[in-house]
């Protein structure tokens, strides 16, 4: 019976909550941050103006908002009324590629009914506050495991209301692209090429670079520029090594090269990124 079982992209999905919240306020509020983990917005009531990643969007009530990791968000209230939204932070990936780019989904969708999702988030905020306010050791395996069974049910309900088209190829998933990107992650400081990725688990590189696109939709050099640039945001946020340094650690040997495609995918500089954000981490 196992020799026939397929494994799919799914099954290596890894997901965790990292806050939620409801948030009520007033109609002029603003803020401008970068938050280290990707998040979704439902909002109840009220307009907002938010420019994220260079591009603007208008918030109103169904409006469902979802924003990766490391990216810029400024906010603007545009009503008279109060703004209410809900907000869950996660983190999540399968085999290294964030949920939202894995399942194209759309930064900003309007739902024609929210009410099942907000019942569904409600409780799990509930669910989440309760299992936060336990002292250490308090906390015992049926409380998690609710809250385990009640965030699935919430990303299911987010889901079914979102214009997802998953490949029908995707749904059969190849060993190999784990293999490759456990190798990626282990070496992505050194040079890669898809050739020496794919020499590392014993595939041509045609035939390499057509599971990665079946299966993360991106080539595998597309992949180590995508991790590298994540590992890059984290190291400008969370430490103090020279620009330099970080380029090397992510495996830019050139400062130059380092901050020229830095700079082609998030509009800044690194060094003016860590400027920019370092200190403006929060959770929303």
């Given at each position: 019976?196992a020799d026939k ?9 890894r997901f ?6 409801e948030?009520?306020?007033?109609p002029d509020?603003?803020f ?16 907002m ?11 109103e ?6 924003a990766?990791?490391?990216?810029p968000?400024?906010?603007q209230?545009s009503s008279?009324?109060p ?13 290294g ?5 894995w ?9 024609a009914?929210?009410a099942?999702l907000?019942?569904?988030?409600r409780?799990l ?5 309760y ?15 609710q ?11 987010l889901?079914?209301?979102?214009p997802?088209?998953?490949?029908t190829?995707s749904?059969i998933y ?5 293999e ?13 090429s ?5 020499a590392s688990?014993?595939?041509?590189p ?7 696109q079946?299966?993360?939709r ?6 180590v520029?995508h ?5 890059a945001?984290?190291?400008?946020l969370?430490?103090a090594?020279?620009i330099?340094?970080v380029?090397e650690q992510v ?6 090269e ?5 700079k082609?995918h ?6 003016k990124?860590?400027?920019?954000w370092?200190?403006?981490?929060m959770?929303?």
């Open positions: 019976m079982l397929h494994f799919s992209s799914i099954d290596h999905l965790y909550l990292k806050w939620g919240y948030w009520k306020m007033p509020w603003r401008e941050r970068i938050n280290r983990y990707p998040f979704f917005w439902l909002v109840t009531e009220g307009t103006d938010v420019i994220y990643d260079n591009r603007a969007y208008r918030l009530a169904g409006s469902l908002f979802c990766e990791a490391y990216l968000l400024q906010v209230g008279e009324r703004i209410a939204f809900l907000s869950i932070g996660y983190e999540a990936d399968v085999l590629t964030s949920l939202a780019s399942l194209q989904l759309p930064i900003h969708h309007m739902l009914d929210s099942n907000q019942q569904i988030w409780k905020i509930r669910q989440l506050d299992l936060l306010s336990l002292e250490p050791g308090e906390a015992v395996v049926p409380e998690q495991l809250v385990l069974s009640q965030q699935y049910a919430w990303l299911n309900q889901l079914s209301q979102l997802i088209q998953l490949s190829a749904s190849d060993g190999k692209v784990d490759a990107c456990r190798f990626i992650e282990a070496h992505f400081h050194e040079d890669l898809t050739a020496s990725i794919a688990v014993h595939l041509s045609n035939y390499l670079r057509t599971l990665f079946r299966d993360l991106l080539s595998p050099v597309d992949y520029r991790r590298r640039l994540r590992k945001q984290e190291l400008l969370s430490g090594a020279p330099s340094v380029g495996g830019y040997k050139d400062p130059a380092f901050s020229r495609i830095f082609k998030f509009h800044l500089s690194p060094q990124y860590r400027q920019k370092k200190s403006s981490e959770g929303c």
